[in-house]
Nanobody, 127 residues
């Protein structure tokens, strides 16, 4: 199983980026895929996830990103996206995508709910 995260970069506050997570070895619609981020000196924190189709395929968001970030899935490309708008300084972090192998009914917002991780992509918001 491999996850390849990409799309990070440097933007000004208020700008937008779209992150991609290409998955191989698993079918994204059959697993919950999550985005987490880790800023220097901080723990990895939940950003968003999209539940497996059997659980409705719904998206969940951390309060800090609600209304600004949107998660989506392209089953044909086996890819999950994170559209990030209205970026703020505090969004600066390395963003990781993860795949949950286990199917649980809970929200799966903890890092240890995920079994496979991509390598991370850096998002820098600065003026």
């Amino acid at each position: 199983v491999q996850l390849q995260a990409s799309g990070g970069g440097s933007v000004q506050p208020g700008g937008s980026l779209r992150l991609s997570c290409v998955v191989s070895g698993r079918t994204v619609s059959r697993h919950t895929i999550g985005w987490f981020r880790q800023a220097p000196g901080k723990e990895r924190e939940f950003v968003s996830n999209i539940r497996r189709s059997a659980y409705g395929g719904t998206g969940n968001y951390a309060d800090s990103v609600k209304g600004r970030f949107t998660i989506s899935r392209d089953n044909a490309k086996n890819t999950v996206y994170l559209q990030m708008n209205s970026l703020r300084f505090e969004d600066t972090a390395v963003y990781f995508c993860g795949l949950a192998e286990r199917h649980v009914a809970g929200p799966q917002t903890r890092a240890n709910d995920y079994d496979y991780w991509g390598q991370g992509t850096l998002v820098t918001v600065s003026s």
